[in-house]
């Protein structure tokens, strides 16, 4: 079955950097898109980043020139490069597939930017 499993997340300083991961399986990982997306408490989710099967990535306003998604076919795995983090960017993050209409979400990995 599909399996989605992230990590990477931790407290951090503003201005900092972390890096998520986000290890697949049960799908061929080369043939689909991926998707990031967070939930703040009380928000509603918010995609954060997509890449497509080759790699082009597109981002949220609110992350473009912070944050970088990337894959690794070979790994089966996305990444978010997450840097200059500010406090609005604490949330849950959460990696997504879109398989024949249906969705996949891990469970995500808490991100939290606080002095």
């Known amino acids: 079955q599909v399996q989605l499993v992230e990590s990477g997340g931790g407290l951090v300083q503003p201005g900092g950097s972390l890096r998520l991961s986000c290890v697949t399986s049960g799908f061929t990982f080369s043939n689909y898109g991926m998707r990031w997306y967070r939930q703040a408490p009380g928000k509603e989710r918010e995609l954060v980043a997509v890449?497509?099967?080759?790699?082009?990535?597109n981002y949220a306003d609110f992350v473009k020139g912070r944050f970088t998604i990337s894959r690794s076919n070979a790994e089966n795995t996305v990444y978010l490069q997450m840097n200059s983090l500010k406090p609005e960017d604490t949330a849950v993050y959460l990696c997504?597939?879109?398989?024949?209409?249906?969705?996949?979400w891990g469970q995500g990995t808490q991100v939290t930017v606080s002095s």
């Open positions: 890449i497509s099967t080759v790699g082009i990535p």
């Open positions: 997504h597939v879109w398989i024949g209409g249906s969705d996949y």
